[in-house]
């Protein structure tokens, strides 16, 4: 199986596509809800993507909007391959269904455009960065439990390495840079790795200085996820302490991709970035 193959994915590609063959059917939720014999809410779950649906269910979905041959095989195995349990689940002790939908997502994502104002961002975090950070949260942990999620951490940066890697475009505030998190040592180590990772064509690093000031994304870090498939919409993830939310509508996703454009505008190039970093390394 490919390194970067994601059921959550696969998942959602599927109930986008039985809306679809729903509505060009001419078929109402309620209709459908009938003839499988569930209640309304099934369906609407599993076109939302929020729930899983059976290969046996998808068939006889299909035999209602009267979609055969080819077509319809093709989507009972997407179904099948949406059933597998992808390499995070080994981590539900210490991975919320929240957080573990982001990781499902990124695991297949072609592109990840983030910008983050306190902590450098999870793909390009050190073992050392990550310990201090999953430790210094509100949520009582234990160590087993702070080492789990740090190698949780850890295992999704292979997607950086992969022979189909994760374009990672990635905005810092300086602040994010400035702050001793884990002490001098582990932040010098956690920069030294920043300016050694965006040497990958695939990964680019700007900081927005401070000296900026005012900027769009003042309320918060936000990650955009693009997809190699058309078929796949973009999705806006933003994390808070206590979950997480993702906005799919045209009008989001153009939204922050139009915030994390001007951000990209304001903040140091990727060459200035490296000269800058390199600075507060000295510092430190």
Request: net charge neutral.
């Amino acid at each position: 199986m490919a390194a970067d193959y994601s059921p959550t994915v696969r998942r959602r590609r599927l109930d986008s596509e039985l809306r679809r063959h729903r509505e060009k059917a001419g078929k109402k939720i309620g209709e459908v809800a009938e003839y499988l014999g569930c209640r309304h809410s099934k369906i609407s779950r599993i076109e939302n993507g929020h729930g899983s649906i059976s290969p046996g269910d998808v068939r006889l979905m299909l035999d209602l909007y009267g979609v055969q041959g080819v077509e319809a095989d093709r989507l009972v195995q997407a179904a099948r391959e949406s059933r597998v349990r992808g390499w995070w689940h080994s981590y539900g002790d210490v991975l919320p269904g929240w957080l573990a939908t982001y990781v499902g997502l990124e695991a297949e994502a072609a592109t990840s455009r983030t910008y983050e104002g306190e902590v450098i961002t999870g793909l390009l975090q050190t073992k050392e960065y990550a310990r201090a950070v999953t430790a210094a949260t509100v949520v009582p942990r234990t160590e087993d439990q702070v080492d789990r999620q740090v190698m949780l951490r850890m295992k999704r940066q292979e997607r950086l390495h992969s022979s189909r890697p994760i374009s990672l475009w990635a905005v810092h505030s300086e602040a994010a840079l400035r702050r001793p998190v884990g002490g001098r040592p582990v932040m010098r180590d956690q920069l030294t790795h920043l300016l050694e990772i965006s040497e990958l064509p695939h990964v680019n690093v700007q900081v927005l200085p401070i000296a900026a000031g005012e900027h769009p994304a003042m309320v918060g870090p936000f990650t955009v996820l693009e997809f190699h498939e058309e078929s796949d919409p973009d999705v806006v993830y933003v994390e808070t302490p206590v979950g997480g939310l993702y906005m799919e509508r045209e009008s989001e996703i153009a939204g922050y991709t139009c915030v994390f454009g001007r951000l990209r505008e304001m903040a140091l190039s990727p060459e200035q970035t490296t000269s800058f970093v390199g600075k507060i390394i000295k510092e430190l």
